[in-house]
Nanobody, 125 residues
Framework: QVRLIESGGGLVQAGGSLRLSCGLSGDTFSSYAMAWFRQASGEREFVATI???????YYADSVKGRFTISRDNAKNTVYLQMNSLKPEDTAVYYC???????????????????WGQGTQVTVSS
């Protein structure tokens, strides 16, 4: 049974930083392309994704240059470093995983097989 567990959310002032972590258990982490999504209200939106080797990444325009996705396959963990946070970054952040060996970047929620429970990020102005 594959499980994803996020951690690292919290309350931060605008301009501050947070690092989210997401650990995968129950399968071989290095087989998975990983992604982060967020949901403030309405639809869950794509934030960032990383290939299974960690060699390639892709970001939503709204976070490009401020957020960095990375992974440590030895620790079965994907990270989202969030800098220069803005109030509009406030949301529940979810990690997602998909068994995939290619280099195409998937940004639709429907393409991911496994999801974490989410972690709240609140940015105060």
């Amino acid at each position: 049974q594959v499980r994803l567990i996020e951690s690292g959310g919290g309350l931060v002032q605008a301009g501050g930083s947070l690092r989210l972590s997401c650990g995968l258990s129950g399968d071989t982490f290095s087989s998975y392309a990983m992604a982060w999504f967020r949901q403030a209200s309405g639809e869950r939106e794509f934030v960032a994704t990383i290939t299974r080797s960690g060699g390639s990444t892709y970001y939503a325009d709204s976070v490009k240059g401020r957020f960095t996705i990375s992974r440590d396959n030895a620790k079965n963990t994907v990270y989202l470093q969030m800098n220069s946070l803005k109030p509009e970054d406030t949301a529940v952040y979810y990690c997602a995983g998909k068994v995939y060996s290619g280099t195409y970047f998937y940004i639709q929620t429907s393409t991911y097989d496994y999801w974490g429970q989410g972690t709240q990020v609140t940015v105060s102005s």
